[in-house]
């Protein structure tokens, strides 16, 4: 039997087109059900407020960078969305005085206008506010170098190759509206994706590679970028793919209920709890990875029930 039609983009898959049984259980969730949902290879943490949650974010950049090593370099994979942790991450390796000679970074993800990512200089850019928020406000003697920053541009080569030679000790992310990750978003419902969207590993072999964006990713990124322009969102990015999500040996979503809804934040949750792996909702298929953890900020955890304003 053919699955639902999407009632966001009904030429696209997403989570509205998940059986409502399976939906209508995410939404009854408690915040305490949420912590029940842990197992080996998922961890959910609450964080009581935001400077604790965005404190421990920082951390992890921390954490990563004193891994690397000559012989062994290592590095974070870090998002744009959410963003409060990258000036306390410079403020915390010029206090520690941590030469990141040796660090490594990995940028997530980046716009695509006319087949090429965007300029450093675009109002937008992913690598334009890691370079303003973190990275040059880190002391001159304490920098990595040029070539230990990994940006994604649409020529993905270079950015594929450089995963060759470190490791990555956790990809750090945020969940959008549509449930992904970076922008591995859910894929067009046409072709061989017309009755169903990719099995788990047809979506795990995906590179890091360009891709178009589902419509209620490009609302979302004017909701909270652009003032709500949406003519003034790319709709094309190029995104870390699932081969290199699988080489990092954490992943570590960050959720204080600014970028999804207290449903989403629930839906995914149980689905990677309970193994349910389903490409369209693609945070979903992190129920694959050996070591993930869900961060919430408690008091933006929220409910689902009706409340009329």
């Known amino acids: 039997m053919s699955r639902k039609k999407s009632i966001l983009a009904p030429d696209w898959w997403d989570y509205t087109t998940l059986d ?3 939906l209508n259980q995410a939404a009854s969730l408690t915040a305490e059900d ?5 197992r080996p290879g998922f961890n959910v943490v609450f964080y009581e407020t935001l400077e604790d949650f965005y404190l421990a974010e920082a951390l992890e950049y921390i954490y990563a960078w004193k891994q690397a090593t000559p012989d062994r370099p290592a590095g974070i994979c870090g998002p744009i969305g959410p ?3 990258l000036p306390l991450v410079a403020r915390l390796v010029n206090e520690l005085k941590l030469d990141l000679t040796h660090a490594h970074f990995w940028g997530m993800d980046e716009w695509i206008v006319d087949g090429k990512e965007v300029s450093d200089n675009h109002p937008l850019s992913f690598k334009k506010a890691d370079l303003d928020l973190c990275f040059n406000r880190i002391n001159a003697d304490l920098r990595m170098p040029q070539s230990n920053l990994h940006f994604p541009k649409a020529d993905t080569r270079d950015y594929i190759d450089s995963w060759q030679h470190a490791r990555c000790v956790v990809m750090q992310g945020g969940q959008g509206e549509i449930k992904h990750w970076a922008f591995n978003d859910p894929v067009r419902r046409s072709g061989a994706y017309l009755n169903a969207p990719p099995t788990l590993e047809e979506y ?3 590179n890091t590679r360009v891709v178009e964006l589902h419509p209620s990713t490009i609302t979302q990124n004017a909701r909270t970028s ?3 322009v949406v ?3 790319p709709t094309q990015a190029v995104t870390v793919g699932p081969v290199q999500t699988w080489m990092a040996e954490k992943v570590s979503i960050w959720q204080a209920g600014m970028h999804d809804n207290p449903f989403g934040m629930r839906l995914t949750a149980i689905m990677i709890s309970k193994g349910i792996a389903d490409s369209s909702v693609p945070m979903s298929l992190l129920s694959d990875h050996p070591n993930v953890q869900f961060n919430y900020f408690r008091p933006g955890i929220g409910s689902c029930a009706v409340e009329m304003h």
């Open 231 to 233: 003519t003034g969102v």
């Open 83 to 85: 963003t409060e942790q």
């Open 226 to 228: 652009g003032g709500g």
């Open 20 to 22: 409502d049984e399976l």
């Open 204 to 206: 795990k072999s995906l």
């Open 34 to 38: 949420l912590l029940g949902l842990s």
